[in-house]
């Protein structure tokens, strides 16, 4: 699990989408940049629609209460781990107890985390991405547990 100390200006778990339901009003939702939200599955090895959390402009601070893997990917925002800087499009092995933050933006506006297995919130219509109206929430919230 991975506990939620800050949140940043907006962040939520995004997939790839919610298809089919339009003509009932619901939005697809899913990542912004697909292709960072891609890439970062592909460095990991994990499913093509497997959930990352989407970050915009100011990121979250988030306390791992497990070890795994995860990946940066898209806009710079200065990730760093345990405090020291870390690099885009590279995977990270975090232990428990570590701590994600992030700084001043580089470049970019939405960055992705994404994480060994993906973001497990509850599956809606086909998809894990939180959506205003449709899931129980739309963005993470301080002091909230997420699973992977």
Known sequence: MIEV????????????????????????????????????????????????????????????????????????ISPKLN?????????????KGDVLSFGKIKYGIRSYIGIKGGFLTTDVMGSRSMCLNVTNSFRIKKGEFLKF
Do not use: W
Request: with cysteine; aromatic share 10%; hydrophobic share 35%.
């Open 5 to 76: 100390i800050k949140t940043g200006l907006f962040s939520s778990i995004q997939d790839k989408g919610r298809f089919g339901f339009e003509n009932f009003g619901v939005p697809i939702s899913g990542s912004m940049d697909q292709f960072s939200y891609a890439h970062s599955n592909k460095l990991l090895n994990n499913k093509d629609n497997d959930a990352v959390l989407e970050i915009t402009m100011t990121g979250p601070e988030l306390k791992f209460h497990e070890k795994t893997k995860i990946c940066i990917t898209g806009a710079d």
């Open 83 to 95: 405090n020291k800087s870390i690099g885009l499009n590279f995977i990270h092995f975090v232990e």
